[in-house]
Every structure is written in structure tokens, then in C-alpha cells.
């Protein structure tokens, strides 16, 4: 428990530095697409990027590649994380994970819905989807600055739903966002996604030949038309979260090296040499290829991949006279108003269903306050806000996801603060009482 504790802690600790690292990107990208250099900052990143042999040619522009490609890793990283609390962490109970899923399934149905009802005949109806998803590393930072004072089951209900909702938000892309299929270039897809299933089952340990596989899979299915990103969330579900050397196994073989006396063993075709280069393929292996491979990718993810993006899509414009107000004022009141009613809603229904099983410490008012920052959905949203819009009103959605992003996280560290200064003075009265 130790063990996957720290794992945990470790996330959490990466992604509320990340909101920080977001925060200033996103500021930095505001700053030079509107000031006098805004042409050339924005024009940047339609820059066209690719590569030629012969006839053959593929080329996107520089925010086309961190949004496909960069993105998908983000994805993948996402899905390592859910796999990981659902087959190892707090999420292995089904009811403990029925509240985080079915949070997260209001937390998008309803905003939606509320989106769909106030844009009911007009141009931008097809931007639903933008006004799903909440923002990991923002909601995590948000927590990060109340401290011990936030009980560790609001973050890990808090994280889990993030991760749900970016997940299903993905699904959205694909589905409501992709264009017409191809059928030969998924048949492309299934064979790699076969042949990744048939090489772990071998018992095939080479990241790089997963990796080669994986490029593969992604240039298939950004060929199909479904949205490219996916690819990182069916990779990361894949990826087993079993270790391949159990814990008996690994100390019986370093049991061996350690046998050994002072000297030098280890030069050689010798017995004492192979048994050292099996314990460190042991020791590489007692950990799983999730846990492996977020530990490796999460760092650069949260401090590289995440800042870029916003580098390259928190941009924009602020033209009074090119901002429809409508637009901005639905996204606005979808996230402010339609996540945390749908995030509440949805969790009392399964809760009284018996659907789904709430911590003791994680009371109704603690959960309603935490959930008024699920309406902070500033990555995913500019995601989707670039797919759904027309270019005449993206910058309007872009206004719409900041603003959002602002009001909740203001109101929900403030809900959070008085209810847990409130908590605090109760726990102090009856102490003194005693």
C-alpha cells in the first residue's frame, strides 16, 4: 500500500507543479498574441512541418503536430494513470470507482446538454463537445495551494474523474470530431493493436519495438478517420500493469548475486556473470510497464508537452468587435454553472442507487465545493475548441474556456477554503470541549 501510496503522491505532486508551468504559458501566449509581435507568434505555428521520399509526402503544421502527436502521448499518459489506479490503486474497488465514473459521466452529459440547449439553431451548435473535459494538472494545483487542509480521498476523487472525463472526452474527438472512415487504414490499425497483443503475450519486454509499433498505429488510424489521439488511450489501456517479475521471484534471484563473496565474479563467461545481468533485467522488470513507463514519461509530459501546447493554442486575439458574445457567455455558463451540477447530481444518483460507494471523509458539502473546479477545462477545451469551431469563432471559445477556467477555480478554492476553515474550528471546539 506504501508502495502505490507514493506512486500516487508522486502524480499529484508532478501534476499541481504542472498547473504552475501551464499558468505561465498560457499567460506568456496571451501576452504575444496580443501585443505588436502577435502576427508572427501566431503564424509560427502555422508553420508547416513534415517530411518528403518521393511521392510520398506528409506534412502538418507545427500546431497540427503538438496536437495530434504531442497530444497523443498526453493520452497515453492519462490512460497509464487509470490503469494503474484501477488494477493496482484506490480504484480496484468497482463501487469506489463507480463514483469517479459516474461523476464524470454527469460532469459531461449535462454541461453538454446545457450548451446544446442555449445554441439550439445556431453556427456554433457543433462546439458541444468543447465544454466536457476538466483540466488534471489545474484542478491538482488548485488543491496543491489549500495544502493538508484537503482530505486525500477530494484529490483522488477530484483526479480520478479528471482522468475519466479526459478519456471520454477523447472518445467525443473520435466519434464527433473525426471524418469520413477509412476502412483499409483501420484494418491497419486492428493489425498493429493484434500484433502489440500478440508480442506481450510472448513475452516481448523492448519499449523501442513498441514504440516503432505504436508510430505505426498512430499514422493507421490518423489515416481512418478517427481522431489520431486515440491511439494513446488504446495503447495505454493496453499496457500491462502486472509486473513480469513477482517479488519472490526477484528476491530468489538477486538472493544469488548477493551469495556470492567479496571478489571480482563478474568478468567473463562465467555463471556469476549471467547471474548478475539476469538480476538486473529482474530488477528492471519487478516494476510494470505502467509504472515504468509513467514514471519515465510523466516528468516530460507535465513540464514539456502540456506547456507547449498552451504555448501553441492559449493564443488569441482579443477583439471586442470579432468576440460573439453568445458563444462565450454558453461555454462560460456550461462549465461554471453545468459541470459542478452534473458532477453532484450524478454522484448523489449512483450513491442512492447503490451504484456506487462514497468515503466516509469525503462528506456532500466537500465533494459540491470540490466539484466547482471540474469546471476548470482549459487543456482538453482548447483541444476540442480548435476541432469544433470555425476559425471566425475560436478565439470567442477560447475567451468562454478562460473565463470559465478563472470563476471556477476562484470559487472553488474559495467554497473549499471557508468549509474547510469551518471544519477546523468544529474539530477545534470539541477538542477543547474534552
Known amino acids: 500500500m506504501d508502495r502505490f501510496g507514493r506512486a500516487f503522491t508522486r502524480f499529484l505532486r508532478i501534476e499541481a507543479m504542472a498547473g504552475g508551468a501551464l499558468l505561465l504559458c498560457a499567460v506568456v501566449a496571451l501576452a504575444a498574441s496580443n501585443s505588436p509581435w502577435s502576427v508572427p507568434y501566431l503564424a509560427f505555428w502555422e508553420t508547416e512541418v513534415g517530411f518528403r521520399f518521393a511521392d510520398l509526402h506528409y506534412t502538418r503544421s507545427l500546431k497540427h503536430w503538438i496536437n495530434d502527436a504531442l497530444m497523443t502521448l498526453f493520452f497515453?499518459?492519462?490512460?497509464?494513470?487509470?490503469?494503474?489506479?484501477?488494477?493496482?490503486?484506490?480504484?480496484?474497488?468497482?463501487?469506489?470507482?463507480?463514483?469517479?465514473?459516474?461523476?464524470?459521466?454527469?460532469?459531461?452529459?449535462?454541461?453538454?446538454?446545457?450548451?446544446?440547449?442555449?445554441?439550439?439553431?445556431?453556427?456554433?451548435?457543433?462546439?458541444?463537445?468543447?465544454?466536457?473535459?476538466?483540466?488534471?494538472?489545474?484542478?491538482?494545483?488548485?488543491?496543491?495551494?489549500?495544502g493538508r487542509r484537503i482530505p486525500q480521498s477530494l484529490r483522488l476523487f477530484l483526479l480520478s474523474l479528471a482522468i475519466f472525463d479526459d478519456i471520454g472526452a477523447i472518445a467525443v474527438v473520435a466519434i464527433g470530431y473525426g471524418d469520413a472512415l477509412n476502412g483499409r487504414a483501420l484494418g491497419l490499425v486492428l493489425a498493429g493493436l493484434l500484433m502489440t497483443t500478440v508480442l506481450a503475450k510472448a513475452g516481448i519486454r523492448s519499449i523501442t519495438i513498441y514504440f516503432l509499433l505504436g508510430i505505426a498505429i498512430w499514422l493507421s488510424m490518423d489515416a481512418s478517420g478517427i481522431h489520431a489521439t486515440l491511439t494513446g488511450v488504446i495503447l495505454g489501456l493496453m499496457t500491462p500493469a502486472r509486473s513480469w517479475v513477482s517479488d519472490l521471484r526477484l528476491r530468489?534471484?538477486?538472493?544469488?548475486?548477493?551469495?556470492?563473496?567479496?571478489?571480482?565474479?563478474?568478468?567473463?563467461?562465467?555463471?556469476?556473470?549471467?547471474?548478475?545481468?539476469?538480476?538486473?533485467?529482474?530488477?528492471?522488470?519487478?516494476?510494470?510497464?505502467?509504472?515504468?513507463?509513467?514514471?519515465?514519461?510523466?516528468?516530460?509530459?507535465?513540464?514539456?508537452?502540456?506547456?507547449i501546447f498552451a504555448l501553441a493554442n492559449a493564443g488569441m486575439t482579443i477583439d471586442s468587435a470579432q468576440i460573439a458574445v453568445p458563444v462565450v457567455s454558453t461555454v462560460l455558463i456550461s462549465f461554471v454553472v453545468g459541470k459542478p451540477l452534473g458532477v453532484v447530481a450524478f454522484s448523489y444518483l449512483a450513491v442512492r442507487l447503490r451504484l456506487a460507494a462514497r468515503p466516509r471523509e469525503l462528506g456532500w458539502p466537500l465533494l459540491a465545493a470540490g466539484s466547482v473546479l471540474t469546471g476548470i477545462g482549459f487543456t482538453m477545451a482548447l483541444f476540442i475548441a480548435e476541432l469544433a469551431f470555425d476559425a471566425s469563432l475560436v478565439d470567442s471559445a477560447k475567451l468562454g474556456i478562460l473565463g470559465a477556467s478563472i470563476i471556477s477555480a476562484a470559487l472553488g478554492l474559495l467554497a473549499l477554503t471557508l468549509l474547510t476553515r469551518r471544519q477546523q474550528r468544529r474539530a477545534a471546539s470539541r477538542r477543547a470541549t474534552r
Not at 118 to 123: A, I, K, S, T, V
Not at 280 to 299: F, I, M, Q, Y
Open 252 to 307: 530468489a534471484i538477486l538472493g544469488r548475486v548477493v551469495a556470492y563473496p567479496p571478489g571480482e565474479h563478474w568478468s567473463g563467461d562465467t555463471p556469476h556473470r549471467k547471474h548478475l545481468l539476469r538480476a538486473e533485467t529482474a530488477t528492471r522488470e519487478a516494476l510494470s510497464p505502467v509504472e515504468r513507463l509513467e514514471l519515465g514519461l510523466h516528468p516530460w509530459i507535465a513540464f514539456l508537452v502540456m506547456p
Open 76 to 146: 497515453f499518459v492519462v490512460a497509464l494513470e487509470l490503469k494503474r489506479e484501477m488494477v493496482l490503486g484506490e480504484l480496484r474497488s468497482p463501487r469506489t470507482a463507480a463514483l469517479s465514473l459516474s461523476a464524470a459521466l454527469g460532469g459531461m452529459a449535462v454541461p453538454a446538454a446545457l450548451y446544446l440547449l442555449l445554441q439550439r439553431g445556431e453556427p456554433a451548435l457543433h462546439g458541444w463537445g468543447t465544454v466536457m473535459a476538466t483540466d488534471t494538472a489545474f484542478v491538482i494545483g488548485c488543491l496543491a495551494v489549500l
